[in-house]
């Protein structure tokens, strides 16, 4: 079981970046699947989370800027990231669970984690 994630970047204030997340060795679309990013001295915190019905959550500090999808013939999951912001800035982090409506954020809920990617957001 292996999650790539992949698309960060350096962007400026206001700019976009699209995230992947794609899965080799299952299928992404049997699973829920989060975001979560890690910023410097920060604890690891839940932007956004999609269900296998496409239900989707995120935090409050991302609601109305970010997207996430999901497409399942390509077995990959999208976090489209705009007007981002500089406290945007983290290592971005996608995971593979099933949690409870209550807990998607709770990392503690995820199987498998791909490896990261940084976002860089400059003011």
């Known amino acids: 079981v292996q999650l790539q994630a992949s698309g960060g970047g350096l962007v400026q204030a206001g700019g976009s970046l699209r995230l992947s997340c794609a899965a080799s060795a299952f299928r992404l679309g049997d699973y829920g699947i989060a975001w979560f990013r890690q910023a410097p001295g920060r604890e690891r915190e839940g932007v956004s989370y999609?269900?296998?019905?496409?239900?989707?959550y995120y935090a409050d500090s991302v609601k109305g800027r970010f997207t996430i999808s999901r497409d399942n013939a390509k077995n990959t999951v999208y976090l489209q990231m705009n007007n981002l912001k500089p406290e945007d800035t983290a290592v971005y982090y996608c995971a593979v669970g099933r949690p409870v409506t209550s807990a998607v954020f709770a990392s503690s809920m995820y199987y498998y984690w791909g490896q990261g990617t940084l976002v860089t957001v400059s003011s």
């Open positions: 999609i269900r296998s019905g496409h239900s989707t």
